[in-house]
């Protein structure tokens, strides 16, 4: 294992004014915590995993008098069904009093997307937050099937949600990422992980495919959202410290509370990390805070911020050889070239509810400044400038005696790229090689309806509206005239049944189709390759069929999903010059798989007994992947590159009933995937031994030290793909190799 750091290297790129107040992250949330008076009372902790959930009909329960007056007044109403279930109040999830409107509940949260007819997952804080790092994406998703998620360095990851974005051997493609509601993707699709900090999110949404239909369902993967708390939830307080391998060093605090109407939440975390590989020494600092105000409890407004300031060297891809014996090098014209990724990002956001006897209303509006300082290649310089809004009514009523619940809603994004490419001398820039600016426009238009035409059966139809434009005008003419534009008016229709077997037990099915409109990065270009300019890139359109079952109880809970995807113009990589991808439309592939999970308590009363007895505890997520050219003219039935066939991620914990936990995990690749086209260079299979052990009991002090690779597996992590490999193609990200982290945390 790599010994810590003991001190910290200094970056070039420059650091904003605003941002050095963020490593003093104390300051900021003393100042915060002014905002807001901390309730003076906090509930009972419930010490269990989240109660079943049954999700046919969620009413919301609150302490109105006048509410009681209106359902008293239409007590000869028809009733809704008999497995109703009960919103939770406060006291079992938040902190006393009422709760935020415009926040819901973990509990409420899970209610919602279990009412889609398709694979969905919600994972809580408590999942990852106090027994990991939480340092990457991948520590949130791990146990989600269908989800593949693997960090290259720092804290960018390769995300792929059932084989979407296989091409983007850079940024992310085809899983929109939101916060709170509000996008993090810019408006013509890429997105960044360095703007997410795990340690800020209360739980993690992941709608799969087109069942993201009310964000809009434009892309295969669909939708992940990343929600903060409120200063109305429980443990509004607290902080973290957490060190390890590799010099990775990260404190963390947050702060909040409510007083009358008002109520804030602030959190911040400042951290760095000196890499595994050469060349990957990184620093974030970030923040997220919101301050809501009730007019009344039906009427509610908050205000969000987040900031970012990340500064990352880049290692860069290596030949196979290199991965496998010598993990640690860096691509040596990374380090020639001082490759770095760096971004600075400010986003302000609106959200406004409202609630009427059977209606909900949502809406709000958000802008995002983002500057990326990108030596590569050339020295990219991207100044992004995003902007939108968003509407969103569900009613839920009964309708000659039957339930109807109705989504609609209304998302508009739009944004500019101002963007200037330079030559890249040893990491300053040089001459100025291209300038453009870039518009994006995307407006979508959503209407989902289920109608329980059984108690417990729902028929399910929606679709989606998509306008999209792309236009750019060059500013730079030594190379021609990149200038152009293009236009998409895409339907989205969607169908299902969604079957509420018991109050915890579903099954489901749907038809559902998604439009992938493209980005100003797919084109092709360059020497013995056609010249495809971004306005000739079409949509990716995917039809997806579903089906499935998930059960969640005390003492067990799974999943299991079965789906096929057939796509038209999949945005992979078909060409390929000076060993880069270009990003063009094939034509027909398709996407299969099965996504199984499952949680149970496999022993129990082994050394305590009766009513909180200890567990020994097994989580499991697996995923099949067969993602295949359909006949290609070129690939023929090829497998795609990019993803393994075999995933399995699965755990084995003792549980004490008074916190303590311990056991082995393994993460386990057991077959080599290609990494191009022609199916003629793979990876290699892997499995890695890991080993964690703490305590948290739900209350305010909670502690883990956990291993990771403990057997120093020299392996592949992550890989870019192409057309067409060679031996000497340097495609390969190696894993990390053993590491050991510990962190304590401590909320009130």
Request: aromatic share 12%.
């Amino acid at each position: 294992m790599h010994r810590l750091s003991a001190g910290i290297r200094n970056d070039r790129m420059p650091r904003s004014g605003f941002f050095r107040l963020l490593s003093a992250p104390g300051i900021l949330l003393a100042s915060a915590s002014a905002l807001v008076v901390p309730s003076n009372a906090i509930a009972e902790e419930n010490r269990g995993e989240l109660p079943p959930v049954t999700v046919d009909a969620p009413r919301e329960k609150r302490a109105s008098p006048a509410r009681a007056q209106r359902a008293a007044a239409r007590s000869t109403r028809a009733r809704a069904p008999a497995t109703a279930p009960a919103q939770p109040t406060a006291a079992s999830e938040g902190g006393p009093g009422p709760g935020a409107l415009t926040v819901l509940t973990a509990q409420q949260a899970l209610s919602e997307i279990n009412q889609t007819p398709g694979g969905v997952a919600l994972v809580t804080a408590e999942a990852y937050r106090n027994s990991t790092p939480a340092n990457t994406i991948k520590d949130i998703l791990d146990y989600v099937p269908g989800v593949f998620a693997q960090p290259k360095w720092g804290d960018d990851t390769r995300l792929s949600i059932r084989g979407s974005g296989l091409s983007r051997n850079f940024h992310l493609r085809g899983v929109q990422l939101y916060m709170d509601g509000i996008p993090i993707n810019t408006a013509d699709g890429y997105g960044d992980f360095q703007e997410i900090d795990p340690t800020a999110y209360k739980y993690v949404e992941v709608y799969k495919g087109g069942n993201a239909l009310q964000f809009g369902a434009n892309s295969l993967g669909g939708a992940v959202n990343f929600v903060t708390a409120s200063g109305r939830d429980r443990f509004p307080n607290g902080v973290s410290l957490d060190v390890g391998a590799f010099g990775f060093r990260r404190l963390q605090a947050n702060a909040g509370g409510a007083n009358g109407p008002w109520d804030g939440f602030v959190t911040a975390s400042t951290q760095v990390t000196d890499g595994f590989r050469d060349h990957s020494f990184g620093s974030g600092n970030r923040v997220s805070g919101n301050v809501g105000y009730q007019f009344s409890p039906d009427f509610e407004t908050r205000f969000y911020l987040n900031a970012n300031e990340v500064r990352q060297r880049i290692p860069g891809t290596v030949t196979k050889v290199s991965a496998l014996t010598n993990p640690e090098a860096a691509a040596p014209a990374n380090v020639a070239m001082d490759q770095q990724r760096n971004i600075d990002t400010v986003r302000l956001a609106n959200k406004t509810t409202i609630r009427f006897d059977d209606t909900r209303f949502e809406f709000g509006a958000f802008g995002v400044d983002r500057h990326l300082m990108h030596p590569i290649f050339q020295w990219l310089d991207y100044r992004y400038k995003d902007y939108g809004g968003f509407a969103k009514v569900t009613d839920d009523r009964i309708i000659g005696g039957y339930r109807n619940r109705l989504v609609a809603g209304v998302n508009l994004l739009n944004g500019s790229i101002d963007n200037q490419q330079f030559a890249n001398i040893a990491g300053q820039k040089g001459a100025l090689l291209s300038s453009s600016v870039d518009r994006s426009e995307n407006t979508s238009i959503y209407v989902e309806d289920s109608f329980y035409f059984l108690p417990n059966v729902a028929a399910i139809a929606g679709t989606q509206f998509l306008h999209a434009t792309r236009s750019r005008r060059d500013r730079f003419f030594s190379d021609g005239d990149q200038s152009g534009a293009t236009r998409f008016d895409l339907w989205s229709p969607k169908s299902g049944l969604l079957w509420q077997i018991d109050p915890t037990w579903q099954a489901f099915a749907n038809v559902s189709r998604s439009a992938e409109v493209p980005s100003f990065g797919e084109s092709a270009r360059g020497p013995g390759i056609p010249t495809i300019p971004f306005t000739s890139i079409r949509p990716q359109i995917a039809t997806t069929y579903e089906i499935g079952t998930r059960m969640r109880r005390p003492d067990y809970s799974w999943e299991l999903t079965a789906y096929r995807a057939n796509i038209r113009d999949e945005l992979l990589c078909l060409y390929s010059a000076f060993g880069n991808c270009n990003v063009t439309n094939a034509d027909r592939t398709f996407h299969q798989g099965v996504e199984a999970g499952a949680g149970a308590a496999i022993f129990r009363d082994i050394f305590v007994k009766g009513g909180a007895p200890d567990k020994v505890w097994l989580n499991l997520a697996y995923t099949y992947n067969d993602f295949r050219f359909d006949s290609d003219p070129t690939f023929g039935n090829n497998q795609l590159p990019g993803a393994p066939r075999h995933y399995l991620r699965a755990e084995l914990l003792y549980k004490h009933p008074t916190g303590f936990y311990a056991g082995p995990n393994v993460e386990w690749v057991p077959q080599a995937y290609f990494v191009d086209s022609m199916n003629t260079l793979t990876t290699e299979p892997y499995a890695l031994l890991g080993l964690k052990a703490g305590f948290d009991n739900g209350g305010p002090f909670s502690a883990y030290i956990e291993g990771r690779n403990l057997t120093s597996k020299t392996y592949i992590a992550s890989a870019s793909i192409i057309d067409r490999a060679t031996a000497t193609s340097a495609l390969f990200e190696p894993g990390a190799g053993r590491a050991v982290y510990t962190g304590i945390r401590y909320r009130w």
